[in-house]
């Protein structure tokens, strides 16, 4: 059997554990540079409150409602959430991080009849802990794991803990989820087979295995297809690495010089190498992309991506660096107003063991790159983030302070870090 453990409202649930006068009142968290509205509450959810809506449409849609509006602050989830997978490791050692809010776990050491025990008193723990509700889902296998979490977290009956034990609770389980709520059905494909006439996950699981092959020959489609029937066919290794890792932002305001890409480039470049580093794997292309502002019709539009292929797989930050500041030299045009951009690297794989290319005779140059970032993580993690960064990484002083990439980000609703950062440790009265 496998359990998916999911934090409720991630990021709404970070918030109100410092700020409980908030619990049972409508709170949204926003993107980066307070763009869009990225986590609900429940109560937002319910009063029409959609996932992605800008920003400056809540005082539009609802002016007359108190609703508390916070910043994205990644430091601060990161590290409530990582008290709550290590609870989770203390209560299941077969488990593996599947995001920063959800956490698979292997019970096949467990009983059957143990296992709604286990899950209540993993969720009483985690909240006395940590103060984050969390929902547990329990099955045959990962795809049936999640549709028992969406009913845990959907239906206070469960108290938290969804088991499908049975064919009896699986079939019942697949007629009441819409075939869009199937983890490994993208929007896309659920359009497509919804075009099928095919709505709920039991219509689709019904479907015989030849007309899946036939209809989308896709090899991660005809695994959703066998889970959802009780087979256990979707492999940790599929999940726990990457194939590509994206970071990208929207800019603040519009940037015209290359000079200022080229530090934000460089921060997104410095945040895929730890990334990479941080699942023990390697890249081997680097691809940047800058687009200016889609939604103003009366300037300049461009778009354009470059990749660079490496000779050496590699997660070294400098090394990383270098190739994003080679790929924007080749796509950055003068005369347009750029909104966006973004690294992305591909051709992942473990770090260990490593090919290096024929020709290339810098192998102590690459352990020393390892050593040297490997003593960057270590301060960062604990001395704070952007202790240590590289000089192209600074962004111009503002008021004669100096510019890190955290503080470069517009948020204007930040709360403070007050397990991170002694700045800002609760006081007691």
Aim: charged fraction near 25%.
């Amino acid at each position: 059997m496998y359990g998916i453990i999911d934090c409720d409202n991630c990021y709404v649930s970070c918030e109100r554990v410092f700020h409980p006068d908030l619990n049972g009142k409508p709170v949204v968290v926003l993107s980066n540079n307070d763009g869009c509205i990225v986590a609900r509450s429940n109560e937002a959810k319910r009063m029409g409150i959609k996932a992605g809506m800008p920003y400056f449409q809540l005082a539009q849609q609802f002016p007359k409602e108190k609703i508390a509006v916070f910043s994205s602050n990644y430091e601060l989830y990161g590290e409530m959430t990582g008290r709550v997978m290590e609870i989770i490791r203390q209560e299941a050692p077969n488990h593996f991080r599947y995001s920063i809010d959800e956490c698979f776990v292997n019970l096949d050491i467990m009983k059957d009849s143990d296992l709604k025990e286990w899950g209540t008193r993993l969720h009483e723990r985690v909240v006395k802990s940590t103060g984050m509700p969390i929902s547990i889902g329990i099955a045959a296998n990962k795809t049936l794991a999640k549709i028992a979490s969406r009913f845990a977290k959907k239906h206070p009956g469960y108290h938290h803990c969804c088991i499908i034990g049975n064919e009896r609770q699986r079939i019942k389980a697949l007629s009441l989820t819409d075939i869009s709520d199937v983890w490994g059905i993208g929007r896309r494909y659920a359009a497509r087979l919804m075009q099928m006439g095919i709505e709920t996950a039991a219509d689709f699981a019904s479907k015989p295995e030849e007309w899946v092959n036939a209809t989308f020959r896709n090899v991660c489609i005809l695994r959703t297809w066998k889970e959802l029937n009780g087979e256990d066919c979707v492999p940790d290794e599929t999940l726990a690495m990457k194939k590509s890792i994206c970071t990208s932002r929207s800019f603040s305001k519009r940037v015209s010089d290359i000079q200022t890409i080229k530090t934000h480039v460089d921060n997104f470049a410095t945040l895929c190498a730890s990334k990479l580093r941080s699942q023990k794997s390697v890249a081997s292309i680097i691809c940047v992309f800058i687009n200016t502002d889609p939604f103003r019709d009366d300037l300049g539009q461009y778009w354009n991506s470059c990749d660079i292929q490496l000779a050496t797989p590699t997660n070294a930050t400098m090394t990383i660096v270098k190739a994003a500041n080679k790929a924007l030299e080749r796509i950055f045009r003068p005369g347009y107003q750029y909104k966006k951009a973004g690294v992305i690297v591909m051709g992942i794989n473990p770090d260990s063991p490593l090919q290096l290319n024929l020709f290339d005779t810098n192998a102590e140059d690459i352990q020393r790159m390892r050593r040297l970032d490997t003593i960057i993580d270590r301060l960062n993690k604990c001395c704070g983030k952007d202790t240590v960064i590289l000089a192209t990484s600074q962004y111009p002083k503002q008021n004669g302070i100096a510019v890190t990439f955290c503080n470069a980000i517009r948020r204007d609703h930040i709360s403070p870090n007050p397990t991170t950062r002694w700045s800002d440790i609760i006081r007691l009265k």
